[in-house]
Every structure is written in structure tokens, then in C-alpha cells.
């Protein structure tokens, strides 16, 4: 039987300041839910849980010389932290052993491997060896130089895993990427290989998932999509305005393909804008691949091309769409090929106590980074399918090794496209009735113009930290092929 590899992150960072036996119980009841579901899977050999707090704690203290100095409150925090998940995977382990009838088998049950700041340092330190510089990449910077980590950061830490196991692993084991927050089952899990065992052996990249949604077949707007629409809910009544529906039908033509009902309409506003533009509407055989569904990517894929792990503001989807559409525009893979198995259901509860009130900043900061989403995604790829700015100049780098193009030439270009569909989302936004004004009024906003030029600002600066980062990969590539058991025995187990 072939059996998988599962990578997910959990973001504990300021979760634990404190050791009491309250505190820790809160932390292992926490993830008691996912732990429980990895453990029943017998098609899964290991599960890698990246635990951020040791990447935080390393980048932070990371000198130009390439010395890190740790104190002993953040050693004990970062080795604490991990100890308490390995005792909640102890507790879940215990918990299914006793339970009646339920079919546990401890001794085909999968390994858990936390990945945390002592498995890190090898790799920073070899990256450092070949050019202190590289360090720089593995995060974003502030206009202060402060480092920042978003939630697309800890993909350098799954590159390694893929990029050493998917080469070393003999009998193969696919490797699944799925968000801490989804129920993952063996049903599931074996669909997902099945699709890798029939994967033609003519497409030599993959770049697919399964999706978010519930066994009984029964649509959550909630929790069914990629794109969120919590916003929409009323806190007293937890319903949701009809016109979500219609939001993702919008989306799907500013950004990755939502929702294929053909009887939900588009906007006023959206079909304005397509007359207006001359814009046949967007078609793809399935909703958008999605990072936390068990999203499986070939060993040749992260090889070439890196994850969006460098960028200093939030962005929708760049740890899962937009490298799918980079990969069509470098031609590795063909928008026909598989890309959605709509079998493979990951159920995901995101707020399991209900929808609350959600507050002015945390709407604000979601609009931004679907925003910012759009952009890019018209960055990468043009509604016509061709390549926009940064997928030609991606394509260009990948295919010959080198940027021909002027730099200056790139960035005006970027520019340009990054300001036009700027203000085509936002003008979609600031008319569309969707059910409330959040989204309105933030667009409305917006639409100014020192504040949409700073937007643009950042976006441009983003894909130019992309474009170096592409050019500097395959010296990462490299960094990471010298690891050895020695080294990075937790890669090797």
C-alpha cells in the first residue's frame, strides 16, 4: 500500500507565555482534533508539523555575520512549546487506544515529526556558507529592515521536506499539504494518492488538491471555499446574506476561479466591467487548487520554481493559485490538467463557536490581502491567458536562467497593470451590493489616490523581491541538496 507524507503549520507564536498546567492543557486541547484525525490514517507514514516559533526566534536574532544569539526565556518557550505538542499527540494516541470499536492500530498509526529551531539552524547555516545573503530571502522586510513573516513564510520549510524526500524516498510517498484547522481522513487521503498513481507519465509537473467542503455534499459558504465570507454573516442570527454567492462569482474573474454554479449571477457592477473591457468571462474546469486541502505539487515543481516566501504584506493566495497560474505561464503544466478532485473533501470548521463580530481591522486586513491577490494574479496571468508582467519575466528566468529584460523596463510594466486592475477591483467593489457595505465602504476608501498608489507601490515591490528570489533559487536548490543525515536526520527518519 502506498502511504503519504503530511505537512502542515501551526502558528503557536505568543500562544504559551506562561507554564502553567491551565495554559498547557489549553494548547494540547487545541489541536487534540487534527492530531486525532492524522493519527487514524493508516495510508500516512509521517506527519511534518512546522511549529513557527524557532523560525521567528532564528530570523529575528540572524546577524549580518551570521552569528544568532538566543536568550534562555526563548530557548525554553520555542522547546516547550514543541514538547507540548508531542504530549498531545501522546494524549490523542492514548485516548484512541481506549476507545471501544473504533479500529486503532498504534503500531500502523503515522510518525510525527515537529519541525522546530534545532532542525533549522544546518540549513540556515549552509545557506549562509554560499552567501550570507541568501538569509535575506527566507522572509520579508519592513521600510525599517524588520523582518516579517507571513503566512506564506513556513513554505521554505515544506520546500526542503519536498524537495529531499521527494528525491530520497524510495518507494515513493507523495506528500500532502493540509491547513492545521481541516479534518483529514484515510478515505480522503487515499484519494488523493490514487490520482498521483494515475498521474500521466507524459505530465511530468502536478500541481493539484482536494477541496474544502462537507461529506454530506451540503454547501458551508463558510468553510467550503478558499475565499472567506465571513463578513457577510450577521453575528445574532449567524445567517449569511444572499449575496455571497455572488462575490465568489465576482472573484472568479478578478482572481482564482470560486464557484461554478452557472445559475448564480455575476454583479451589476462585474458584467459592467467585462462589457466595459471587452472581457469574455473566466472558465476553468474547477474551483482554484487550494494549499490546506492536501495540495500535492511534483518534486520538479518546488525545484523550479520557489514558493511566494519572501514577500512583506499578506497576499491570497500565493502559497497555492498563483503558483498554479505561474506554472502555466512557465508552460510546465496546461490549465487542463488536474488541478481540483472534487472527491477529496477536507472538512474545515473555522469558527466552531460561530461567526462573532468581526471587527473593523480584521475585515480591513482580509480585503487588503484579497486585494493584493487580485493584482497579483493579474501580474502573473492576463484574462486572455497570456502572461502578465511578472509570469513573462518569471518564464523568461526559468527557461533561460537569466533576465534579459531591463529591470526598469519590468517594473514600469508591473506598474502599469498593477494600477489598472487595481482600480477595476475597486470599482467593481465600491458599486457591488453583496449583502452589506463592509466591502463598499473599504473600496470606496481605497479608491483614493494616494492610498491606491501606495498599494501599488507595495505590489510592485513584492514581485520585484519575487523576480530576485527566482533568479536566487537554484543556489537554495543547491544549499539543500547537501543535507545529509548527519546534519538533518529529521528529514531522513
Known sequence: MTKAILFTHIMLDKVLRDYSPEAVQRLINSVQRPFTTYLQCKNVHMVYIYVDTGFRLTIDRLNEDGNISFNIDALEFEFVTRNCLKRAVDECRTKLINEPNNNFDPHNAPKFQFVGLPHLLSIIRTLYRIDPGLTKYLCGKTSDNTPVLTYDSPKFIEAIIRLVRGENDKPRMPIFRVDSDVSVSQDTIDILIDQVDQYPSTQSFAFFSGQYGQQDATIDPINDFAVRTAWLVDPETQEIADGWSTFLKDINELGAYQIEDPNVRRSDAMEALLDKEHLTPAVRR????????????????????????????????????????????????????????????????????????????????????????????????????????????????????????????????????????????????????????????????????????????????????????????????????????????????
Open 286 to 493: 474547477t474551483p482554484q487548487v487550494i494549499s490546506g486541502a492536501g495540495l500535492y505539487m511534483s518534486h520538479n515543481a518546488i525545484q523550479q520554481l520557489p514558493p511566494f516566501m519572501n514577500f512583506n504584506k499578506l497576499a491570497t493566495w500565493v502559497d497555492d493559485h498563483l503558483k498554479r497560474r505561474l506554472h502555466e505561464v512557465v508552460q510546465h503544466i496546461s490549465p487542463d490538467w488536474l488541478e481540483s478532485v472534487p472527491e477529496a473533501v477536507f472538512t474545515q470548521n473555522r469558527y466552531p463557536e460561530g461567526v462573532g463580530v468581526i471587527d473593523s481591522a480584521a475585515k480591513s486586513d482580509y480585503f487588503e490581502r484579497l486585494f493584493f491577490g487580485c493584482i497579483l494574479h493579474s501580474l502573473i496571468v492576463t484574462p486572455e491567458g497570456e502572461p502578465g508582467p511578472l509570469g513573462a519575466c518569471v518564464a523568461e528566468l526559468v527557461l533561460t536562467g537569466k533576465l534579459e529584460s531591463d529591470i526598469n523596463d519590468v517594473k514600469k510594466a508591473i506598474q502599469d497593470v498593477a494600477a489598472q486592475k487595481a482600480m477595476q477591483v475597486l470599482d467593481v467593489w465600491s458599486s457591488a451590493n453583496y449583502g452589506n457595505s463592509f466591502l463598499k465602504n473599504w473600496a470606496a476608501n481605497v479608491r483614493s489616490p494616494i492610498m491606491c498608489a501606495s498599494f501599488v507601490d507595495d505590489i510592485v515591490e513584492n514581485s520585484l523581491n519575487y523576480i530576485d528570489l527566482v533568479e536566487q533559487w537554484p543556489r537554495f536548490v543547491f544549499a539543500i541538496s547537501k543535507l545529509t543525515s548527519i546534519n538533518a536526520y529529521w528529514l531522513y527518519r
